[in-house]
């Protein structure tokens, strides 16, 4: 069972943006770093972005830094991903998950449950 859920994909056309959230499921995210995955059809589960339990620091994945920006409410239980700019390559299954940031680099906990359905963005023209 998921302890998040993901909300807000779509279509949408090239240099386009969407705003995708990443809400409680059973258990309040205010205590965690959240961090966002997306995989793709044929491709592995890959990071993009992870925010600390209280917002002040933010880690990026090279191919979305600067277009995709994490922030998170936590009076509102809620982390966003911004999404600007998208590419059709951006097109994939978006996962959030509570995560560990050592050194900058985000793991998936393991205390989340499984991951969710995610939520489908689809960059197309």
């Known amino acids: 069972q998921a302890l998040v859920a993901e909300s807000g994909g779509g279509l949408v056309q090239p240099g386009g943006s969407l705003r995708l959230s990443c809400t409680p499921n059973g258990r309040t995210l205010v205590s965690f770093a959240v961090g966002w995955f997306r995989q793709a059809p044929g491709k592995e589960r890959e990071f993009v972005a992870a925010?600390?339990?209280?917002?002040?620091?933010?880690y990026y994945s090279d191919s979305v830094k600067g277009r995709f920006f994490i922030s998170r409410d936590n009076s509102k239980d809620v982390v966003t991903l911004q999404m600007d700019s998208l590419k059709p390559e951006d097109t994939a299954t978006y996962y959030c998950?509570?995560?560990?940031?050592?050194?900058?680099?985000?793991?998936?906990?393991?205390?989340?449950?499984?991951w969710g359905q995610g939520t489908q963005v689809t960059v197309s023209s």
């Open positions: 925010i600390n339990y209280n917002g002040a620091s933010t």
């Open positions: 998950m509570g995560v560990i940031v050592v050194s900058g680099t985000a793991t998936p906990r393991t205390d989340f449950g499984s």
